[in-house]
């Protein structure tokens, strides 16, 4: 979950997120062999309960999946020896999500503020989000994935999206998307209260990341959601 995505685009109202975000070139030094990206929308998307800052979305959206390579790694240390190319071409699927559209002016404040990083407090929020929506509706973790993108190409800037990861979906983000605040609240209790200092698998780490947890950020993802719930 966490992927960077090309520059922003003016969405069209109400489209959902969409597949130019896909990266079509393996980056430089992958840490997981597995890239997953949202792909275009298949229905129009609801505004949903308006945050404080932000505004939620329910919709259909395809998810395209891309493995560029895989890890030779020492068993011993588990270091990685080196990055082989796998030639596959991407898997696609439709399915149900929800997303949040990151106003510019939360994501600029926070960009602005050196010792935070904005990407990696929104990579920590999805994880954390994943991780606690099962406590919410009835989910297991394994049929939730999502994506934080810094810039996506159809929305006015970062967005964080959470799918059902089964093909056609499973009712899971529907449910869950009534919900968001409620979510979220909990979310910024568990990082906030959380006794860590950089991160831990209590808040912000995830078993499914596909960055093998690397580029996260308790604060700014604290930060994030201060200013999503409170400001
Ligand atoms: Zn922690
Ligand atoms: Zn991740």
Redesign the pocket.
């Known amino acids: 979950?966490?992927s960077p995505a090309p520059p922003p685009r003016t969405p069209p109202p109400g489209q959902a997120p969409h597949a130019k975000s896909e990266k079509e070139t393996p980056s430089p030094n992958p840490v997981r062999h597995r890239t997953t990206n949202i792909a275009s929308a298949v229905g129009t998307a609801a505004t949903g309960p308006a945050l404080h800052t932000a505004c939620v979305h329910y919709g259909h959206i395809r998810v395209r999946k891309r493995i560029y390579g895989y890890h030779r790694c020492s068993l011993s240390t588990g270091a990685i020896l080196e990055t082989l190319p796998l030639p596959y071409p991407p898997g696609e699927f439709g399915t149900s999500a929800f997303w949040i559209d990151i106003p510019l002016k939360l994501r600029d404040g926070i960009v602005r503020r050196p010792w935070l990083n904005f990407f990696a407090g929104l990579?920590s929020v999805?994880?954390t989000l994943l991780q606690l929506l099962p406590l919410h509706v009835v989910a297991d973790p394994w049929d939730l994935n999502g994506l934080?993108m810094d810039r996506h190409d159809q929305r006015r800037g970062a967005v964080l999206c959470v799918y059902d990861q089964v093909p056609g979906g499973l009712g899971i983000c529907e449910k869950a998307f009534g919900q968001v605040h409620r979510l979220l609240q909990h979310c910024h209790r568990c990082i906030s209260k959380c006794p860590c200092e950089r991160g831990c698998v209590a808040c912000v780490f995830?078993p499914?990341?596909?960055?093998n947890?690397e580029?996260?950020d308790k604060k700014a993802a604290v930060c994030i959601l201060d200013q999503l719930l409170f400001w």
């Open positions: 979950s966490g990579h999805l994880h934080s995830s499914t990341c596909d960055c947890n580029g996260l």
